[in-house]
């Protein structure tokens, strides 16, 4: 075979692969009509078939680049992956998550005792001892939570943003309103990014991920057992009790998944190292997700609930059906019969 | 293959893909890039939203800001790729790409998954804490990305590895232009060469160096077709005009070409269809 004949008679094939593919690049293109998937089927094994005689005589690398480039882009429109919609999001949050981290339990077990443990630990230490809170938290920190949950209490959020362990810590007479709509603002994007980079940080093997528990728990802790030792106790756990059921638990199941993430590396089991990375990875990512959604779901009740001017004891009724709703939303939700 | 760092996907067509893999330095680039813009988007907006909301309803315009702050620092690089077939705007300006290794488009978990580790692999992160201002800025150092990508074989950081993707550069490749010299040009008489025969290499590489001589000016062409002119004059034990292999070796590599892959074909009249492409006549063809 010559290559000038071969290209003058593929060319215009060639030519028609290009339009097809341009008109699947733009979002105006609609959907495709079936005659022409059947058309587009066809010229991509012809694409495909070219490429591979094109490489074997060796008629050049600018041709090789050409086609390959045309069989790539051809390969991706159909291969795709599958498009984003709400119904496989919904799907994802009623069953695949619960369903994942119960598949993965014992990955949250341990998170969470490194996360509660060191929080139930401080809390009762700085309770007992409340000057112990200040080798933890800074002074002027201590302050301005004593002020939140004391009597008077407006507060701007940056001053309670302080490290990287304040967020329960909130609170204002105030009620509904602008200053609710800047604190949830304020609880997405600081929660939620601490959970996002408890996760991720397992990727160093697990370091990350434990050592941001850890500090998280000492510091909440002790924050709480520092506002208790102050008398605020109803009002910091009215507070805090109804969120608390899916921000503490959202934490400590990102852990879980930096812990597999670093833990996959750790006990590769019969895979190589990287292969058992692949495969957690991609479950442990889902898991993430998912505790994002949850803290997501917690900072709109931190932000417009736990501080609403209602008696402490609806807060307690409402808070505990929220643990039980947690409880049984990852414990049930998504069983297969 | 010439370039090394070329990654193969066999797909099920049963043809062996390749795309070019990108190093650290293009992909800083277009980190910067997307560093940049999404720094300007947070001040514009930000300064917008202030203006607008902070005599109306100054509490929701703090939320948003930090909402946008909350999207800007997790989502642009998730929604970007996954929309956007594995480009962030960064990305699109420097040509790169990220897909799987599968060669499949990035999917939504993949994307998440090489997005969300990056906070493992920009560590150790700068602090830069501007005191009375208030804004602090956080400058990555990227060092297990480094690592990684110069111990994996195909530049992937950790991101990646977990993740199963690979970040490509996706040029627009354009169907090169046979060079129009050979319609024009006689073939070697037989009688002036010997028996020796150019091998499968020689015969592309000429015909690639003619196709792509328009980026070169006349006289680099000519001085660097002259080596191979030469070489192959001799090689073929040419008896003709040695005068003119000199001075328009770019017609002499052409006639070559022309004499070895039209040989053994059957004389048939391709050209007979009318070609729009002769439009001028080469510098050399008038050997």
């Known amino acids: ?337 | 293959m010439v370039l090394s760092l070329n990654l193969s996907i066999e797909t099920p067509e049963n043809v062996v893909l390749t795309h070019q893999l990108a190093g650290p330095t293009y992909r800083l680039a277009a980190y910067l890039i997307d560093l940049v813009l999404r720094v300007g988007v947070f001040l514009g907006l930000t300064t917008f939203i202030m203006v607008v909301g902070a005599m109306t309803l100054p509490g929701l315009a703090i939320g948003t800001t930090l909402l946008l702050l909350f999207l800007l620092e997790w989502g642009y690089t998730i929604g970007f790729e996954f929309f956007w077939q594995g480009r962030t705007p960064g990305k699109y300006i420097c040509g790169l790409r990220a897909i799987h290794e599968n060669g499949q488009p990035l999917s939504w978990w993949g994307a998440t998954l090489r997005n969300l580790v990056r906070i493992g692999d920009m560590l150790p992160t700068m602090l830069l804490y501007g005191e009375e201002a208030g804004i602090f800025l956080i400058l990555p150092i990227y060092g297990p990305a480094l690592v990684a990508m110069l111990m994996s074989p195909k530049l992937q950081r950790l991101g990646d590895l977990a993740a199963r993707t690979v970040v490509v550069h996706s040029r627009r490749a354009r169907l090169p232009r046979d060079p129009v010299i050979y319609d024009k040009i006689p073939p070697l008489d037989p009688a002036e060469i010997n028996a020796v025969v150019p091998r499968s290499e020689t015969l592309a590489l000429i015909d690639q160096f003619l196709g792509r001589r328009s980026v070169l000016t006349y006289e680099r062409g000519h001085e660097l077709a002259g080596n191979l002119a030469q070489a192959l004059a001799q090689r073929l034990d040419y008896q003709g005009d040695s005068d003119a292999v000199r001075k328009y070796p770019m017609a002499f590599l052409a006639r070559v070409y022309v004499t070895f892959t039209k040989d053994n074909e059957p004389e048939v009249d391709v050209r007979a269809e009318p070609t729009r492409r002769r439009r001028r006549v080469p510098a050399g063809a008038s050997a």
């Not at chain 1, 495909?48 to 094109?54: E, G, K, P, R, V």
């Open chain 1, 1 to 337: 075979m010559n290559k000038q004949r071969f290209l003058q008679k593929r060319r215009q094939e060639w030519k028609r692969f290009e339009q097809l593919l341009a008109r699947r690049g733009t979002a105006s293109g609609g959907r495709p009509k079936p005659a022409e998937i059947t058309e587009f089927s066809r010229l991509l094994r012809e694409v495909s078939n070219d490429l591979a005689t094109i490489q074997a005589h060796d008629w050049g690398q600018g041709l090789v680049e050409y086609l390959n480039n045309l069989a790539a882009r051809g390969h991706d429109a159909f291969y795709r992956a599958s498009p984003a919609g709400w119904r496989p999001a919904l799907e994802f949050i009623v069953a695949g998550f619960p369903r994942l981290f119960r598949r993965n339990a014992g990955y949250f077990a341990v998170a969470a005792a490194l996360f509660f443990v060191p929080l139930a630990a401080t809390w009762i230490a700085v309770q007992n001892e409340p000057t112990l809170a200040l080798r933890i938290v800074p002074a002027e920190q201590l302050d301005s939570f004593d002020e939140m949950y004391g009597e008077a209490s407006t507060s701007d959020p940056e001053h309670a943003a302080g490290g990287e362990g304040s967020d329960d810590d909130d609170v204002s007479d105030h009620g509904f309103g602008e200053e609710r709509a800047a604190m949830a603002g304020f609880y997405v994007q600081h929660n939620v990014g601490i959970a996002l980079q408890c996760f991720a940080r397992g990727i160093l093997l697990g370091v990350g991920t434990i050592s941001t528990l850890l500090y998280n728990g000492i510091v909440i802790g002790s924050v709480a057992g520092y506002v208790l030792s102050l008398g605020h106790s109803e009002k910091f756990l009215s507070f805090v009790v109804s969120h608390g059921s899916f921000e503490l638990t959202a934490i400590a199941i990102a852990g879980g998944a930096g812990l597999m993430l670093g833990d996959a590396f750790v006990h590769a089991g019969q895979r190589t190292r990287l292969e058992s990375l692949r495969v957690r990875g991609m479950e442990a990512v889902q898991i993430a997700g998912g505790a994002a959604v949850m803290l997501v779901v917690a900072a709109m009740i931190e932000a417009f609930w736990s501080p609403a001017p209602i008696p402490a004891v609806a807060k307690y009724v409402v808070g505990g059906f929220l643990w039980v709703l947690v409880a049984l939303y990852l414990g049930l939700s998504g069983v297969r019969r």
